[in-house]
């Protein structure tokens, strides 16, 4: 018998194949760091390797629209899973950037692209979506604590890059054991639909109105974030502890996705995001000049914690209005491709402004993306009400 999509068990797989899909994502920094320390490339062809296998996520989740609903999720599961775990040991191994270029844009493509769309899918067919989607965040956030502690202090120093990949494979093989608790796919996201009274055939403009917000706040997130560290130093910090502040801020920032499942929909959206937003704009116009190590974990750590607190209600609100069940999931797309464009647009403006240019960037962004954010918002408490 098929799992419901609004079980419990479907929610821990989605959890599980979520924080797969966003392994890159979150061990970005140390990942590049293996890569010029370890495997001799420099800084330009680590940061490509990256944006490659990045680039493999966007894709996958463009892609994912014409096959979510022709194909089994389960399959799909088990094929992202492989990749994964597969890709992860190849790339242990090798030390030529041509080769490991391919196998990680193939693991991004078929193997973590493919697990985020498929968790994305799950919990933007349950009743709760808000609730659901503040644990996939804190779960994805409380992977990259425990993943930026442990691998550079346990696994890289005896096996270098392998130190990296090898622990990943062996989760994703962990992770693979909720396949059987994944939904079989498009049947089960019709049933869910009815359990949940169904969503109507309509425009799909809300849903992307939203998802563009979605797009325009992690490209101020890509801005600030991408260049956290350099401010850090600047700032006054030496370079060998930043990593450990941001580690501390990082896990703090956990409890974001834990007040937004807490808060469910019971809020609505736009006063959450609202305020999330502001205290974030807040703590951008901080986050420079001289700092001292608490003043800079602190803002750092409030700045996450309400980051954590805008994404799932974001998320929330693209699939309440996905009247087509399509929209949903480009999510991961948005994610990466604004967190992506935030980084460009900053990294050629700090060129000629300073470092400055990366908070101006990030403030602007969290602006727009609330005024883009607002009707939508409103449309969905009128709906309720």
């Given amino acids: 018998m098929a799992t419901q999509i609004d079980s419990k068990q479907a929610l821990v797989a989605a959890i599980l194949f979520s924080v797969m899909g966003v392994f890159a994502m979150m061990i970005g920094p140390i990942l590049i760091t ?44 088990a094929l992202a899973a492989a990749t994964v775990i597969v ?88 992770f693979a054991v909720a396949i059987v608790w994944m939904p079989s796919g498009a049947a089960s996201q019709a049933g869910a639909a009815d359990a949940v009274g169904g969503k109507a055939a309509g425009s799909v403009l809300p849903a992307l109105t939203a998802l563009l917000a979605m ?9 600030i974030w991408s260049f956290v560290a350099q401010i850090a130093v600047e700032g006054g910090l030496e370079r060998a502890v930043t990593g450990n502040a941001i580690a501390i801020s990082s896990a703090c920032a956990i409890a974001g996705g834990i ?51 805008t994404g799932p209600f974001m998320m929330g609100t693209v699939s309440m209005l996905d009247s087509v069940g399509k929209i949903s999931v480009l999510i991961p797309a948005a994610q990466i491709g604004g967190m992506f464009l935030g980084t460009a647009v900053a990294g050629q403006m700090i060129g000629g402004s300073g470092l400055t240019a990366a908070n101006q960037v990030a403030m602007v962004c969290c602006v727009i993306a609330f005024v883009i954010f607002a009707p939508v918002a409103m449309r969905i408490g009128k709906q309720t009400a």
């Fill in 34 to 77: 293996s890569l010029v320390a370890d495997l001799g490339f420099d800084e330009g062809q680590a940061g490509l390797i990256l944006a490659i296998e990045f680039l493999g996520i966007a894709l996958a989740s463009i892609c994912a629209a014409f096959w979510m609903n022709r194909v089994s999720w389960q399959a799909a599961a």
């Fill in 259 to 309: 007040a937004a499942s807490a808060m469910g929909s019971r809020f609505g959206s736009l006063l959450p995001v609202g305020i999330a937003l502001t205290v974030q704009v807040i703590m951008i116009w901080f986050l420079q000049g001289e700092m001292s190590f608490w003043q800079f974990v602190m803002t750092a750590a409030i700045f996450q914690i309400f980051w954590n607190v």
């Fill in 87 to 174: 890709g992860n040991i190849f790339s242990g191994f090798q030390t030529s950037f041509e080769v490991l270029a391919v196998v990680r844009f193939l693991v991004g493509f078929f193997g973590e692209g493919t697990a985020f769309v498929l968790g994305i899918a799950v919990v933007s067919a349950t009743k709760d979506q808000q609730r659901n989607f503040g644990f996939v965040i804190a779960s994805q956030v409380g992977f990259g604590v425990v993943a930026n502690y442990v691998l550079p202090n346990f696994f890289i120093p005896t096996m270098q890059f392998g130190g990296i990949m090898y622990p990943l494979a062996a989760l994703a093989a962990v």
């Fill in 215 to 223: 797009f325009v706040w992690c490209s101020g997130l890509g801005a």
